[in-house]
């Protein structure tokens, strides 16, 4: 059964700096991976989508990158700012049963 | 474009009485889902449609039901509600599930309490 994994659960760091978010997952037969971005009391904002042939995706300052053999995706935030801060997710979307398997997420401050 | 719609955002319901999510989406998208979302856990899909007309459940199908009359709406039924279905629901939508862009597109969420 697959499952994803995301750690840490929370992260605070001061703006300005970069950082990595992390994402794995225990079965490497997927379709593709997505992360997503929720804020408090909203739905969720699809950031990057990498395609299971594809190694990593950039929109703007951040990289997402995938290696299917190690079961390992990083979302890389480069140049933090305040309103970077929210609750990052990463699902693997899985041909088998059409669906997306889900981490819990990392919520992530970024202090002023 | 309004994208993937919710209604109503907030929701609270009596143990045993029953109440219907609505989700409709404008992309023309072919395949919607209902996940739930509660606290530490990664969302959890409830039931799913590649189309109108079908219809399958995902992991956690017990005390919901959906059907898909039309391509735009993907309503959401709580039969008897319980406590256990306190969460947050969210529907959502992608063009095509395999072998094309299955990018996945929310709505905002229902918040629904049974007391």
């Known amino acids: 059964k697959q499952e994803v994994t995301q750690i840490p659960a929370a992260l605070s760091v001061p703006e300005g700096e970069n950082l990595v978010l992390n994402c794995s997952f225990t079965d490497s037969a997927i379709y593709n991976l997505q992360w997503f971005r929720q804020d408090p009391g909203k739905g969720l904002t699809s950031l990057l989508l990498i395609q299971s042939s594809q190694r990593e995706q950039t929109s703007g300052r951040l990289n997402a990158s995938l290696d299917k053999s190690s079961g390992r995706s990083t979302l890389y935030i480069a140049a933090s700012q305040p309103g970077d801060s929210a609750t990052y997710l990463c699902a693997v979307f899985v041909d088998s049963n059409y669906q997306l398997i889900w981490g819990a997420g990392t919520k992530l401050i970024i202090k002023p | 474009n309004a994208g993937v719609t919710q209604t109503p955002k907030f929701q609270v319901l009596k143990t045993g009485q029953s109440m219907t999510l609505q989700c409709a989406q404008d992309?023309?998208?072919?395949?919607m889902s209902w996940y739930r979302q509660d606290p530490g856990m990664g969302l959890r899909l409830i039931h799913y449609s590649v189309g109108a007309g079908i219809t399958d459940q995902g992991e956690v199908p017990n005390g919901y039901n959906v059907s898909r009359s039309t391509t735009e709406d993907f309503p959401l039924r709580l039969l008897s509600a319980a406590p256990s279905q306190t969460s947050v629901y969210f529907c959502a939508s992608s063009y095509s599930r395999v072998g094309g862009n299955t990018e996945a597109f929310f709505g905002q969420g229902t918040r629904l309490t049974v007391v």
């Open positions: 992309m023309n998208h072919e395949y």
